[in-house]
């Protein structure tokens, strides 16, 4: 299961960026998955739950947008959504699109509450 | 209590694909053209890279890396014909940059016109990881049937090369040449297809000499020349 190893490059990612910001308690990671993305939303949540405790408190939730596939006509410069993934623009018959969203994990923001601010600076 | 929220906006993977498309520079430079291969298990990966590595010989200089769950058979079959380095992932579903450049290191960084990867049987995580190829290829044998395309879009999306395999076996099997082709180019129509038995040679030629074309167009992009670093 790669979606395994996604979540804990995810989770160090987040640790990381939370220290350098100043530190405290992360409450949310919104992530955006694409349909293109080659991940599992639902084996992703698995993962997650399972190992946000390594890191964070297990009351930290995982946000999951799911995003179309979208891409632009090489020719005609129309952006679409991929649906059924028919990578084929709906005005050219032929012709090479470029997908420019639904491709990737991304993540997205982080909520982060600290009940002071000279407390709960992460390591 | 303080909440704040930390805007990021970014592919949690951007730092592994900017240290593929390093690698990948590198490695174009040198005149090395890389080539991952990626299948279901016993596609035939290896049976294609033994042919090919029998048609290269004394002419193209190639080596293979080898991805393997827990066995090193691949590799075994392979090292009498080229350099090879085995990739063990310890059970993980595929290959990631930091092994590759461990695997080119065991090699000894060869100056050599092809270097393959053959990466784990499975036609999902793969396709997520950038191992600094510049010609992906998503093999599929006729004995897996024809709907392959349509259950692993990325796969075959992310792919430039797909080539069909055990091409004898195809009177005894409900696959049709057309169908996958088409299928496949739905989702990616510049597709480039070949068809081969590689066990008894057929196709073979015409699979080697498309990878000698890419491989001077990666020369002509760097203009390097063969074997120079
Ligand atoms: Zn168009």
């Known amino acids: ?123 | 209590m303080n909440q704040r929220t930390i805007i990021v906006k970014k592919d949690i993977q951007a730092d592994q694909k900017a240290d593929a498309a390093v690698l990948r520079e590198q490695l174009g430079r040198r005149g090395t053209l890389v080539v991952n291969l990626l299948s279901s298990p016993g596609a035939g990966k290896t049976t294609l890279l033994e042919a090919t590595a029998q048609e290269f010989a004394g002419r193209r200089s190639m080596a293979v890396l080898v991805g393997d769950l827990e066995t090193d058979r691949d590799a075994q079959r392979l090292a009498p014909l080229v350099p090879v380095a085995q990739l063990t992932t310890g059970g993980a579903c595929h290959l990631e940059l930091p092994l590759v450049q461990r695997g080119l290191q065991a090699l000894g960084d060869p100056a050599v016109d092809f270097l393959f990867i053959e990466n784990i049987g499975n036609l999902v995580c793969p396709a997520s990881h950038d191992l600094a190829e510049h010609l992906r290829v998503v093999l599929i044998s006729t004995t897996e049937g024809d709907d392959k395309p349509g259950k692993y879009p990325k796969m075959f999306r992310t792919s430039q090369v797909m080539v069909i395999t055990k091409l004898d076996l195809l009177p005894h099997v409900p696959f049709s040449v057309d169908a996958v082709t088409e299928d496949a180019r739905r989702i990616h129509p510049e597709l480039d297809v070949f068809t081969n038995c590689a066990l008894k040679g057929e196709g073979v030629s015409d699979w080697c000499d498309y990878l000698e074309q890419q491989h001077q167009q990666l020369l002509a992009r760097y203009h390097a020349t063969a074997g120079n670093h």
């Not at chain 1, 530190?23 to 955006?32: L, M």
């Not at chain 1, 649906?83 to 050219?92: I, K, N, R, T």
């Not at chain 1, 002071?116 to 390591?123: I, K, Q, R, T």
């Open chain 1, 1 to 123: 299961m790669h979606e395994r190893s996604l979540v804990q490059r995810l989770l160090h990612q987040v640790q990381q960026i939370v220290a350098e910001d100043g530190g405290g308690r992360v409450t949310e990671i919104r992530v955006q998955v694409g349909d293109l993305s080659g991940v599992e939303p639902l084996l992703f949540q698995a993962a997650f739950e399972e190992m946000v405790s390594d890191l964070f408190s297990s009351e930290c939730q995982l946000a999951l947008d799911i995003v179309p596939v979208m891409a632009v006509c090489d020719d005609c410069g129309q952006q679409f959504e991929i649906v059924d993934f028919q990578f084929q623009c709906p005005a050219c018959p032929t012709g090479a699109v470029q997908v420019i969203q639904g491709d990737e994990v991304k993540l997205i923001s982080i909520n982060v509450s600290s009940d002071n601010p000279v407390e709960g600076v992460a390591s």
